[in-house]
Nanobody, 118 residues
């Protein structure tokens, strides 16, 4: 699976952005998808995940109520709608894929930079 993330940019505090991650291949619906982020000088952290079936969705506490992950299997795409953005959301955002219910994410996109100005 090859992943291509897009949609990052510069936004003011309180603004919104929608990230997209397009996946190659015809088996996208068998992969759980996730979004991670890495801020300068910090470790990469989990942001949100959605099961291959779409039946289970998970969020980091720091983004609950503000971010929404969704997927469109017909378009081989996973999205991350980010609302009420804060400066601490500034990071490179990566999408990732894991086969079925595997614990580990084996495939990663190249990342897209989100900068939230105060």
């Amino acid at each position: 699976v090859q992943l291509q993330a897009s949609g990052g940019g510069l936004v003011q505090t309180g603004g919104s952005l929608k990230l997209s991650c397009a996946a190659s291949g015809r088996t996208f619906s068998t992969y759980g998808m996730g979004w991670f982020r890495q801020a300068p000088g910090k470790d990469r952290e989990f942001v949100a995940g959605i099961r291959w079936s779409g039946g289970s969705i998970y969020y980091a506490d720091s983004v609950k109520g503000r971010f929404t992950i969704s997927r469109d299997n017909a378009k081989n795409t996973v999205y991350l709608q980010m609302n009420s953005l804060k400066p601490e959301d500034t990071a490179v955002y990566y999408c990732a894929a894991r086969y079925g219910d595997n614990l580990a994410y084996d495939y990663w996109g190249q990342g897209t930079l989100v900068t939230v100005s105060s």
